[in-house]
């Protein structure tokens, strides 16, 4: 049996840093940013959202199905929560979020099935890369819905 981890021991692990720290926010942006990734850029950006995702959500649908398609529904669950709290905060129904988490996790899987790594290039070059996809997939996202 598996014991589960910890929120704390959660934030530590992907941030390197206790969960609250001083430097908690600027090590989840270098580490996400500078990923060698896509896959990987996941793994360190928002950890206590993403401890929560894979709790909830990833973990539990991942039983079910299989995991590349747990992996769009867990984005697709944020996405649907994301739009949840702009609809709620400007009373105005919105539907961005949702297909652009969609997009990122097909990027995701297609980045991590083929093998898509860019970890041997400077810091900047990798956190470039990663802002890339991230607006690409918005701009198609805003283009289509």
């Keep these: 049996m598996h014991r589960t981890i910890t929120l704390s021991e959660y934030v530590k692990k992907r941030n390197g840093v206790a969960l609250g720290d001083s430097g908690s926010m600027t090590n989840m942006l270098q580490r996400s940013l500078g990923a060698g990734s896509f896959y990987l850029f996941w793994q360190f950006w928002n950890p206590v ?84 996809i991230i607006v690409i997939c918005l701009f198609l996202t805003r283009q289509y819905t």
Aim: proline share 5%; net charge positive.
């Design 49 to 132: 959202w993403g401890y929560y995702l894979s709790r909830n959500v990833m973990k539990p649908m991942s039983r079910y199905f299989p995991v590349s398609l747990a992996i769009i529904l867990t984005f697709a669950v944020s996405g649907a929560l994301h739009d949840l709290a702009i609809t709620l905060v400007k009373w105005k129904l919105t539907f961005l979020f949702t297909p652009w988490f969609v997009m990122l996790s097909l990027v995701v899987i297609a980045t991590k099935k083929f093998g898509i790594s860019y970890h041997r290039n400077p810091w900047f070059v990798r956190a470039l890369i990663n802002i890339s």
